[in-house]
């Protein structure tokens, strides 16, 4: 199973950009990568999923080199909101459609 | 759609005693997965179930633990006995499918937060 690295915490303010990497070194041919993200007394949510590349929606953006052994989540602006952990997960073959969480990286946005 | 459901959304009871925790998962869901989150453990999926059948259950941590889904828009996660160990947020996610190449997104509810006394 493919292994995720990812920094415990980070410190943010209001307005900036985030970016949280994510390494998984022993990624396989046919794993996605995807990001959730979990607010405090809530189950976790998707945020985002990429295979190579570049990938964009209405929340963040995920950037991928082309040898794929890591990630990285760009949040564009952080609000307090954004306050959270956020999860790297690889899913494929070997995961059989589980998702295996490490333990994130918690972001705190200041004001 | 309401998202998933489950409850209750909180559990005190006493060493010893049974626990059950439901899951209503969202309509048109086949696939159904029950976690639980500790401090010390993090996020762990217990079970996770396809079409009504248990694929997995690896991640159950001893027999005091039993899981059924007798129909696609219910399933029970059962503690018995339980003990204060257990206590924890229990989460239930459903998807579309298992696996669709990509991953399905998984759709969480709002747990429920057991104490074990």
């Known amino acids: 199973l493919a292994k995720t690295t990812q920094p415990i915490s980070m410190d943010s303010y209001e307005g900036q950009e985030v970016n949280i990497t994510c390494s998984h070194n022993n990624i396989a041919t046919n794993d996605y990568i995807t990001w959730y993200q979990q607010f405090p007394s809530q189950g976790p949510r998707f945020i985002i999923q990429?295979?190579?590349t570049k990938v964009t929606n209405e929340v963040a953006s995920l950037f991928i080199p082309a040898d794929r052994k890591s990630s990285t989540l760009s949040l564009p602006r952080v609000s307090l909101s954004d306050t959270a952990v956020y999860y790297c997960?690889?899913?494929?073959?070997?995961?059989?459609?589980?998702?295996?969480f490490g333990q994130g990286t918690e972001l705190s946005v200041k004001p | 759609d309401a998202g998933v459901i489950q409850s209750p959304r909180h559990e005190v009871t006493e060493m010893g005693q049974e626990v059950t925790l439901r899951c209503k998962p969202i309509s048109g869901h086949n696939s159904l997965f029950w976690y639980r989150q500790t401090m010390m453990r993090g996020l762990e999926l217990l079970i996770y179930f396809n079409n009504n059948v248990p694929i997995d259950d690896s991640g159950m941590p001893e027999d005091r633990f039993s899981a059924k889904m007798p129909n696609a828009s219910f399933s029970t996660l059962k503690i018995q006995p339980s003990e204060p160990r257990d206590s924890a947020v229990y989460f239930c996610?459903?998807?579309?499918?298992?696996?669709?190449?990509?991953?399905?997104?998984?759709?969480f509810g709002p747990g429920t937060r057991l104490t074990v006394l």
């Open positions: 997960l690889v899913i494929g073959d070997n995961q059989g459609g589980k998702l295996i």
């Open positions: 990429g295979y190579k």
């Open positions: 996610a459903s998807s579309h499918s298992l696996y669709s190449g990509s991953g399905d997104e998984q759709f």
